[in-house]
Nanobody
């Protein structure tokens, strides 16, 4: 079993900051990448930021320069620091771990249950 658990989130005023944390645990052999996705009401889930085990990052254009993703491979954790938050950042934020259960297993996606981020104007 693989567990992915987010923490952080909450309510903040526009222009403020929040930090999210995520830990992957369980019988996972290796993690190729971890990332954050979000889903606003009535919209599809979208990538916010992703980081590979080697440290390569990519961000949605809408968050570049405001959000920073980082990781701790040893702890199997990923973090998202969100600055300059806007009302349009309001969404449920989901953590994703992309990994495999054995050295020869196929890569799968594992998801957390999500954490709400609400930005008031």
């Amino acid at each position: 079993q693989v567990q992915v658990e987010e923490s952080g989130g909450g309510l903040v005023q526009a222009g403020g900051s929040l930090g999210l944390s995520c830990a992957a645990s369980g019988t996972i052999f290796s993690i190729d990448a971890m990332g954050w996705y979000r889903q606003a009401p009535g919209k599809q889930r979208e990538l916010v930021a992703r980081i590979t085990s080697g440290g390569i990052t990519n961000y949605a254009d809408s968050v570049k320069g405001r959000f920073t993703i980082s990781k701790d491979n040893a702890k199997r954790m990923v973090y998202l620091q969100m600055n300059g938050l806007k009302p349009e950042d309001t969404a449920v934020y989901y953590c994703n771990a992309n990994g495999r259960l054995s050295a020869v297993g196929r890569i799968r996606d594992y998801w957390g249950q999500g954490t709400q981020v609400t930005v008031s104007s």
